[in-house]
């Protein structure tokens, strides 16, 4: 099956700095990312659906300068988390759109990044 | 507004015993349910995926069914295991546009 890789897994950082995290799909092109954030009990929060070769669309309430999105091959989406504090926090996971572009198209979930912001 | 439920919240079975998650849904134009378990601190993985047309698809010990008309899911699991503990998400997928509406999980627990 289809394989989508995230890095890192986790990341531990002080309040202030912006962090970095990759979406990777191994074995196969995807036109289309989306960027989760999970908190603890709840289930997954789309933040983001992010296009190869233009702006990502992000939902209502999620700061598009806070949260910058890049997709800018068909297998790797990153989500850079700028001047992170530590109510963001969270699990963040990514998903990519499988190849056909078909209304069943399944969404394969990496591992998640597990980001704690001191 | 689009919505999915799921029942129990948390559940905590013995190792061995059946048990039957539930799903409902208000999505409208539906496209496909899928059920997903997402062990803790991973990502989802995908159990089965059902259609319109589709009443039931087992994969493995895992039974999934949709009642279109009355818009509910459920997922039988049989003769639980301890690496069956894990929440269980039911997703609907919307017709247009293209998303996933996610349901808020059910968390099962299977003791030795």
């Known amino acids: 099956g289809a394989v989508v890789s995230q890095h890192p897994s986790r990341v531990i950082c002080k309040s202030g700095t912006s962090v970095k995290i990759e979406c990777r799909s191994l074995d196969f092109q995807a036109t289309t990312m989306f960027w989760y954030r999970q908190f603890p009990k709840q289930s997954l929060m789309l933040m983001a659906t992010s296009n190869e070769g233009s702006k990502a669309t992000y939902e209502q309430g999620v700061e598009k300068d806070k949260f910058l999105i890049n997709h800018a091959s068909l297998t790797l989406s990153t989500l850079t988390v700028t001047s992170a504090h530590p109510e963001d926090s969270s699990f963040y996971i990514c998903?990519?759109?499988?190849?056909?572009?078909?209304?069943?198209?399944?969404?394969?979930f990496g591992p998640g990044t597990r980001l704690t912001v001191l | 507004k689009n919505q999915v439920e799921q029942s129990p919240q948390s559940l905590i079975i013995l190792e061995g015993k059946n048990c039957t998650l539930q799903?409902?849904?208000?999505?409208?134009?539906?496209?496909?349910l899928r059920w997903y378990k997402q062990d803790t601190g991973r990502g989802p993985v995908s159990l089965t995926i059902m259609t319109f047309s589709e009443n039931t698809k087992s994969n493995g010990r895992y039974t999934a069914t949709l009642d279109a008309d009355t818009k509910q899911s459920s997922l039988h699991i049989t003769a639980s295991q301890l690496s069956d503990s894990a929440s269980y998400i039911c997703?609907?997928?919307?017709?247009?546009?293209?998303?996933?509406?996610f349901g808020t999980g059910t968390r099962l627990k299977v003791l030795a």
């Open positions: 997703v609907v997928s919307a017709l247009v546009p293209y998303k996933y509406i």
């Open positions: 799903c409902n849904y208000t999505v409208s134009p539906f496209s496909n």
């Open positions: 998903s990519a759109r499988g190849p056909s572009g078909g209304p069943t198209d399944t969404q394969y």
